[in-house]
């Protein structure tokens, strides 16, 4: 053992044992390896697209007669834990959208004067009808909520992720 050369000790590999991985299978395996990597991303990718965008059961809200043209209403939808808001716009149309600010969640609510849906933490507007940004930090839109009459009752029949 003790005439081997120094760096047979240090290096204790025979040349049988480098049949266990060569290097064409360790590239192979990194190939394989990316390969499948890839795909998980753009699987995860695919799927975010496609899933289901809606979210929360129809259900009723409230009266349309009990909301002003131009007034508001608000309620708690898809679960109780997320504040809601409605806005009447014409005799028949209505609009709905979740009332937490997209920026850091504070309440928005609709500033009639303005026409718009106003975040007072950091100035942040949306607009009334399409929840779009207006001005300030905000970067998407007010959660919209799928809203419909139905013999004179506003339902709200799903809210969509953004
Ligand atoms: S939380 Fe609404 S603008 Fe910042």
Redesign the pocket.
């Known amino acids: 053992m003790n005439d081997q050369p120094g760096w047979k000790r240090d290096f204790p590999y025979e040349a049988a044992a480098e049949d266990e991985v060569t290097r064409r299978e360790f590239a192979r395996y990194l190939v394989l390896g990316s390969g499948a990597m890839a795909f998980g991303a753009v699987g995860m990718a695919a799927w975010t697209q496609l899933r289901s965008i809606n979210v929360g059961e129809p259900r009723e809200v409230v009266a349309l007669d009990e909301v002003a043209v131009g007034g508001t209403f608000l309620f708690r939808y898809p679960t109780a834990a997320d504040p809601a808001v409605l806005l009447r716009t014409s005799e028949d149309d209505v609009v709905a959208f979740s009332q937490k ?6 309440v ?1 609510f609709f500033q009639a004067d303005e026409d718009r849906w106003h ?6 507007n949306f607009d009334a009808t399409t929840g779009a940004v207006l001005s ?3 970067t998407r839109p007010l959660g919209k909520i799928e809203v419909e009459v139905r013999n004179g009752t506003i339902w709200a029949l799903g809210r969509e992720e953004s």
């Open positions: 600010c997209t920026h850091l969640g504070c928005v975040c007072p933490c950091h100035e942040g300030g930090p905000p």
